[in-house]
């Protein structure tokens, strides 16, 4: 489509009362054509949902954005996911965001936002009582944007799903949110893969992960939190009644880690995903993890690949858990249905 296409589109809607939704994502609008579109929904009372992902919108064509819609009373869905908005373009974008009460998702993922960008979002978050689901993902938050952000979180109560994964968060970025959720009640999905996160970091998450009873998915995924961290998690883990996912594919978990989870979920009747794809548990390890859940009636899918196994324990692990007929094991090179 690109711009012009977003001209003449804006045109056809400029006397539109009535449109809901507009899905315009992967057609390159660019500044220009964010601007067409501005101009054609800037009295608009009824849009409730925008979607401009991968559009090659920059700050001038948020600004735009941002000018026509400071004062809409309709949006609940904004995704600007994959577009060059950078910290300049959040800040006209705040513009929206402080004046709307409606919001409840908002897709930020991989837009150059820094922490400085991070900032400013904070700010407007500290007073927001809609947002339900945020998605800040592949963007350089860092540990300084983590410490606005962690702020902003303090006292939130109706944030549901918050999505930080690849934002260079590190240990201590981690540290300062995982403080600020320690009273949290609401947050159900909380994803903070490939963050370079040790058992240093984990340790802090372990205390909310204890004192929390909402969390239902949580993916750490391409860390580095070893077994240390892996042991802090089963701990916090040992009495949980919420969790059904749980995502610690290429963690540098070993046999010790994996025998603590085994112990932390022996008697668990909610966890139904456990991925542990691409560690080191070796054969000790998967054939913990198989007697754990050999009489397990609530996990649906195990992923064991890539974990240094030896083809004998391999079939001792499947042997062992035929007794889940529901189960899906990913063991070998292929999904394995154990019925």
Not at 150 to 156: F, G, I, M
Not at 228 to 245: E, I, K
């Amino acid at each position: 489509m690109k711009d012009q296409g977003a001209e003449h589109l804006a045109s056809a809607f400029q006397e539109n009362n009535t449109l809901t939704t507009l899905r315009l994502y992967y057609n390159y609008i660019s500044d220009e054509g964010a601007r067409h579109l501005a101009d054609a929904f800037r009295n608009n009372k009824t849009l409730n949902t925008l979607n401009l992902e991968n559009d090659n919108i920059g700050s001038q064509g948020i600004q735009h954005l941002a000018n026509a819609f400071h004062n809409n009373k309709t949006f609940t869905t904004l995704n600007l996911a994959s577009n060059e908005i950078g910290d300049e373009g959040i800040q006209h974008l705040t513009k929206i965001l402080e004046n709307n009460h409606t919001l409840t998702t908002l897709n930020l993922t991989n837009n150059g936002i820094a922490a400085e960008g991070t900032q400013y979002l904070a700010k407007v978050f500290e007073n927001n009582n809609t947002l339900i689901t945020l998605n800040l993902s592949s963007n350089a938050i860092s540990t300084e944007g983590a410490q606005y952000l962690a702020k902003s979180l303090e006292n939130n109560n109706i944030l549901t799903e918050l999505d930080l994964s690849k934002t260079e968060l590190g240990n201590e970025g981690i540290q300062h949110l995982a403080k600020a959720l320690e009273n949290n009640n609401t947050l159900i999905t909380l994803n903070l893969a490939n963050n370079e996160i040790e058992a240093e970091g984990i340790e802090q998450l372990a205390n909310f992960l204890r004192k929390n009873t909402t969390l239902i998915k949580l993916d750490l995924m391409r860390n580095q939190i070893g077994d240390q961290g892996t042991q802090d998690l089963a701990d916090a883990f040992q009495n949980n009644t919420t969790l059904t996912y749980l995502a610690l594919d290429g963690n540098k978990i070993e046999q010790n880690g994996a025998k603590r989870l085994a112990g932390a979920f022996t008697n668990n009747k909610t966890l139904t995903y456990l991925d542990l794809a691409g560690n080191e548990i070796g054969d000790q390890g998967a054939l913990a993890l198989a007697a754990a859940f050999r009489n397990n009636t609530t996990l649906t899918t195990l992923d064991l690949r890539r974990n240094e196994i030896g083809k004998i324990s391999k079939h001792h692990v499947t042997q062992m858990l035929r007794k889940n007929p529901g189960l899906k094991l990913f063991l070998w090179d292929d999904w394995e249905d154990l019925n």
